[in-house]
């Protein structure tokens, strides 16, 4: 029999998860039925007199009673269920083993069709892949080894720790695994951060190719996972736009887009980034490529930098805009507007005629019309005409689910200015 958690929506509030959203937040459940420990069968209770444990099964319905599908609950996150399947929970949780298996392999199976075996790429996407909260990054050493950077970003995965870390070995056959589960959000799902080798080991930092282009990977203190892989293709698709050119690439981080740059053949490229941590590795890179004499670094916070060099009188050819998340909240999207639209116009005013202008957001919440509407406004306010040659993304290894939006979450504008 099948006695899972069962939870009922509000009116009009399982839209959204029918269509495949796959959260669902507290304030949007009526009650919950569940069998209670004195024997005396089901239940109806409000959510927080139930006394089913965080990290169990749970069923959701709509209102009427319409079965939704199968998810885990935690009432200590507003994200209360994170959605798993669409099938009854008792066939989920049959062989939770076998399950979880399915889930990695069929994840690692769709990358490798597009990259192979000598390739770095997100193994997993979290709820785009339909296993939420968990990220794996696969970076493939140019020693020959597989490391794998995971991390458990909610506890709808991380009660699935045993089985992961198993269906990742057997999938994948990795040198090692390290968990970079250092992240604030783990705090608003109740666990604690987490890091280090969870199997096997190796060195904290290594070494990639990425499109012909090497890079050292510091897994261990590097931020987030240690690189963006998500933009791989996008810094392969200004390469033709570089040759000849002077080139800023702002918000460097590891020096990646300056890097592609420079081996397109630019005859000159800044590389800008406010953490001197981040610009040691810049230059690390720059030297482990012998890519001295063309890129150079600036140790500068990006907003004073844009300003000073349009006071100056300072021009590119080419400008890449790759800022962190200016906003990781809805409540703070006006502000992060402007923060956005600073930085672009000012880029706009610095380019020369007919130059390009490489531009970026990674913030969930600041969708594509909103990213798009905050281009136009910033070429209205510097004055210049611009035209959008291309409208990109994350790469294939970063699948978007529909009815999740937020799993569009990177934008990548490559844009001409007039």
């Known amino acids: 029999m099948n006695d899972a958690l069962r939870i009922f929506l509000k009116p009009k509030e399982e839209r959204e998860v029918v269509q495949g959203f796959p959260w669902v937040f507290d304030n949007e459940i009526s009650h919950v039925k569940y069998f209670a420990s004195d024997g ?145 959000v783990r705090e608003k799902e109740g666990l604690e951060e987490r890091t280090g080798w969870i199997y096997g080991s190796g060195g904290d930092v290594i070494t990639i190719n990425e499109n012909g282009i090497l890079f050292y990977v510091d897994i261990a203190k590097g931020q987030k996972t240690g690189f963006f892989l998500d933009q791989k293709d996008n810094r392969k698709a200004i390469m033709p736009f570089c040759h000849g050119k002077r080139v800023l690439d702002a918000f460097s981080h590891t020096g990646a887009f300056a890097l592609a740059a420079a081996f397109a053949g630019a005859r000159e490229v800044v590389a800008a980034e406010i953490s001197e941590d981040a610009v040691s590795m810049i230059e690390k890179n720059v030297t482990l490529n012998k890519k001295e004499d063309t890129v150079k670094t600036v140790l500068a916070d990006v907003f004073d930098l844009l ?16 800022p962190p998340a200016f906003t990781k909240s809805a409540k703070n999207i006006q502000k992060a507007y402007g923060g956005y639209k600073e930085i672009n116009l000012r880029a706009m005013r610095l380019l020369r005629k007919g130059g390009i202008l490489i531009s970026c957001s990674c913030s969930a919440f600041f969708d594509a019309n909103t990213f798009y509407d905050m281009l136009m406004h910033a070429a209205a306010s510097s004055g210049r005409r611009v035209q959008i040659l291309e409208k990109r993304g994350a790469g294939e290894d970063h699948p978007i689910l529909l009815g999740y939006e937020r799993s569009e979450y990177l934008k990548c504008a490559i844009a001409r200015v007039l």
């Open 40 to 184: 005396s069968g089901r239940k109806d209770a409000p959510l927080s007199e139930c006394e089913s444990a965080d990290g169990s099964a749970c069923e959701v319905f709509t209102a009427a009673g319409g079965f939704i599908g199968t998810g885990i609950i935690n009432r200590k996150s507003k994200i209360c269920v994170r959605m798993l399947s669409s099938a009854h929970a008792d066939k989920v949780f049959e062989n939770t083993k076998a399950f979880i298996d399915a889930r990695i392999r069929d994840a690692a199976n769709m990358r490798r069709i597009r990259y192979g075996e000598r390739d770095s790429y997100r193994l997993v996407f979290a709820e785009a892949d339909l296993l939420p909260g968990l990220i794996v990054e696969r970076f493939a050493s140019v020693d020959g080894s597989v490391y794998l950077v995971v991390q458990f970003l909610a506890l709808a995965c991380e009660v699935f720790r045993k089985e992961i870390t198993a269906a990742l070995i057997k999938t994948c056959d990795p040198q090692g695994i390290y968990e970079r589960s250092d992240v604030s």
């Open 307 to 322: 300003k000073k060099y349009e006071g100056s009188g300072e021009t590119f050819d080419v400008i890449v805009l790759d």
